[in-house]
T-cell receptor
Framework: AQSVTQPDIHITVSEGASLELRCNYSYGATPYLFWYVQSPGQGLQLLLK??????LVQGIKGFEAEFKRSQSSFNLRKPSVHWSDAAEYFC???????????FGSGTRLLVRP | EAQVTQNPRYLITVTGKKLTVTCSQN?????MSWYRQDPGLGLRQIYY???????DKGDVPEGYKVSRKEKRNFPLILESPSPNQTSLYFC???????????FGNGTRLTVT
């Protein structure tokens, strides 16, 4: 069965430090990959997506993610975290011929001043 | 402004009292979906719709109904709510099945 794993429930970083949020998926073919961010009391907002092509994708707010087929991973990175980045981050996988989007359980990012 | 609108934002009800959560999108999207969000479980899909009069079950459809009579609206119906349906619910829409989803702001439902 297809699945998405975000192994870190919480991550705390200092403002200005770099960030990497991990995402691993289980799927037989190349999936469509997404990262969403959820601020408190809000719906989810798309940060970036990967469908095909260049495996390093740029998103909004200075985020990027790299698709590594050999590791079945799609980790999210940011070189310098801002306090406003504190939120919950969800990795999601869309299957080629399905209308089902599978979400990971989320990683809550806390930013120390 | 392009948006997905859910109502109500907060709802407290009692076991067995039928309720409907409305969802409307103004982007002419074909695909709409309902998710529930629970701590530690992420978002799980309840139902989705590929177009008018076309709906299908997601991963956790039990206890829920949906309808898609018009392209813009996709209400979620709980015929007989139970406490295990206490959750945060999100409606989402997209242009196609794998286009990015646009989410509503959520409906927090409490069933006592």
């Amino acid at each position: 069965a297809q699945s998405v794993t975000q192994p870190d429930i919480h991550i705390t970083v200092s403002e200005g430090a770099s960030l990497e949020l991990r995402c691993n998926y289980s799927y037989g073919a190349t999936p469509y990959l997404f990262w969403y961010v959820q601020s408190p009391g809000q719906g989810l907002q798309l940060l970036l997506k990967y469908f095909s092509g260049d495996t390093l994708v740029q998103g909004i707010k200075g985020f990027e993610a790299e698709f590594k087929r050999s590791q079945s991973s799609f980790n999210l990175r940011k070189p310098s975290v801002h306090w406003s980045d504190a939120a919950e981050y969800f990795c999601a996988v869309g299957m080629d011929s399905s209308y089902k989007l599978i979400f990971g359980s989320g990683t809550r990012l806390l930013v120390r001043p | 402004e392009a948006q997905v609108t859910q109502n109500p934002r907060y709802l407290i009800t009692v076991t067995g009292k039928k309720l409907t959560v409305t969802c409307s999108q103004n982007m002419n999207h074909e695909y709409m979906s309902w998710y529930r969000q629970d701590p530690g479980l992420g978002l799980r899909q309840i139902y989705y719709s590929m177009n008018v009069e076309v709906t299908d079950k997601g991963d956790v459809p039990e206890g829920y109904k949906v309808s898609r009579k018009e392209k813009r609206n996709f209400p979620l119906i709980l015929e007989s709510p139970s406490p295990n349906q206490t959750s945060l619910y999100f409606c989402a829409s997209s242009l196609t099945n794998n286009s990015p989803l646009h989410f509503g702001n959520g409906t927090r439902l409490t069933v006592t």
